[in-house]
């Protein structure tokens, strides 16, 4: 029984694609004012997979370093969240376990629901850690949001991946038993199986977001007997960093509770930067927090995971002291300054090219990162590891 059981994340690591399309260069391309993008959306750049990246390679790169740390003792559980899936049948989840090295005796899962996923592998990852605390987690959140060029969502495009060990007594974030739920079903996002762009009803997301938080807000207020001035810092999905202020405005509207927006703004570091990663979009928000904020012990998060269709849910977690010599910043700045840029000319192509397909083909090697996606032979994607 996991009753009194502490347990939380207790490493995490970040990678991103190989590209960076600056969205000055996208705004000049569209005839829209940089403004737009910069001010309205709140984001500067979106990262891209080159040919040879997709979210197994981003996934796995995000995970090796965690490890590299810590081996893999206690790793029974591989629990892939993401919605650009490669394949209906096999997970992500088995194949990273594979490039890894992970010992035959782990469990390995793909899981899905749009953005959410990532936050469902979490949850599902301190159960099982809540059974056996001697059990540890391997959660790896990858995704490659992409929509129709000249669509109003091109902006809002981008790549990365967050991996994290959830463990017994974690030395980053201890998560607190309870949660608040809201799952309602709307057409707001979506990507049938025949499209490798999603669809988007943009107006309709934005409004079944905000529900979702409030919703979210309540039923937690509700069982977990948290009042507004509890939660020290904030941190939301951010399919661009805007959603999460509006949504925010919105909650202390709802709340009767004033707030600085500046507060929110280390937290918009990296994804302002990478653009929408979906599942990993609130983790990224979650490492620049803790990279980034000097003056985090003891003090409570709140972490509020939106993924579109739709399912909402917020956590909350205390920061363990120590958490500072945790901290990797200049490696994060290091991996996005490192992204080659790509033209608005070349992004479209690359975009057009992109593909999840069963035909033979033999990748261009591009990727610095420490995997590649080789190709597909006989049906199957192959990779390797790189170097
Ligand atoms: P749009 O056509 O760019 O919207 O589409 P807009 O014309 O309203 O402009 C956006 C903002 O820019 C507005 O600010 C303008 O005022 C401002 P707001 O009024 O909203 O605060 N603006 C300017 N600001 C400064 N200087 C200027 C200027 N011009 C205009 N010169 C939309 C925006 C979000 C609809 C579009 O990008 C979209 O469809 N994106 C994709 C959907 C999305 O991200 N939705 C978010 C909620 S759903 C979600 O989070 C789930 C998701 O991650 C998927 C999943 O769960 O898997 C998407």
Redesign the pocket.
């Known amino acids: 029984g996991g009753a009194g059981v502490r347990v939380g994340i207790h490493d995490l690591a970040v990678a991103t694609g190989h590209h960076v399309l600056d969205l000055d260069d996208l705004a000049a391309r569209n005839g829209?004012?940089?403004?737009?993008?910069?001010?309205?959306?709140g984001q500067d750049a979106f990262s891209m997979p080159a040919a040879d990246e997709d979210i197994v390679t981003m996934g796995a790169a995000a995970a090796l370093p965690l490890i590299e740390r810590h081996g893999t003792d206690g790793i029974r559980t591989v629990l892939f969240a993401t919605?650009s899936g490669v394949d209906q049948s096999k997970s992500a989840a088995v194949v990273a376990h594979g490039l890894l090295g992970l010992p035959s005796t782990a469990r390995a899962v793909e899981l899905k629901?749009?953005?959410?996923?990532g936050t469902a592998a979490l949850v599902a990852a301190l159960g099982i850690v809540a059974r056996d605390p001697r059990e540890r987690v391997l959660v790896i959140a990858s995704?490659v949001?992409r929509?129709d060029l000249d669509?109003?969502?091109?902006?809002?495009q981008g790549a990365g991946a967050v991996a994290f060990l959830v463990a017994a007594d974690p030395d980053l974030i201890e998560i607190e038993p309870a949660s608040g739920l809201f799952s309602a079903d709307v057409d707001?996002?979506w990507r049938p199986n025949d499209r490798s762009t999603?669809l988007?009803?943009?107006?309709l997301?934005?409004t079944?977001?905000v529900d979702a938080l409030l919703g979210s807000w309540d039923d937690l207020a509700e069982r977990g007997g948290i009042a507004p001035a509890d939660i020290d810092r904030w941190l939301h999905?951010?399919?661009?960093t805007?959603?999460a202020?509006?949504a925010h405005r919105a909650w202390s509207k709802h709340v009767g509770a004033e707030f600085d927006e500046t507060e929110l703004a280390t937290g918009f570091t990296y994804n302002r930067r990478t653009g929408?990663s979906?599942?990993a979009?609130v983790f990224l928000a979650l490492a620049a927090l803790l990279d980034l904020d000097d003056d985090l012990e003891g003090r409570r998060l709140a972490l509020f995971s939106?993924?579109?269709?739709?399912v909402g849910e917020l956590l909350t977690g205390i920061v363990k002291p120590g958490y500072r010599a945790l901290r990797r910043a200049g490696q994060v700045a290091g991996l996005l300054d490192a992204r080659v840029p790509i033209s608005v000319d070349d992004y479209r192509e690359l975009h057009a090219a992109t593909t999840t397909t069963s035909e033979a083909r033999q990748n261009p090697e591009v990727t610095t990162g420490p995997f590649r996606f080789v190709g597909v032979e006989a049906g199957a994607r192959r990779y390797a590891r790189t170097g």
């Open positions: 829209v004012d940089p403004a737009k993008y910069h001010v309205g959306l919605e629901q749009a953005c959410y996923g995704d949001a929509y669509s109003a969502a091109e902006p809002t707001d996002f999603a988007v009803d943009g107006r997301s934005v079944a977001y999905h951010q399919p661009f805007k959603m202020l509006k929408n979906y599942t979009s939106y993924g579109s269709g739709s």
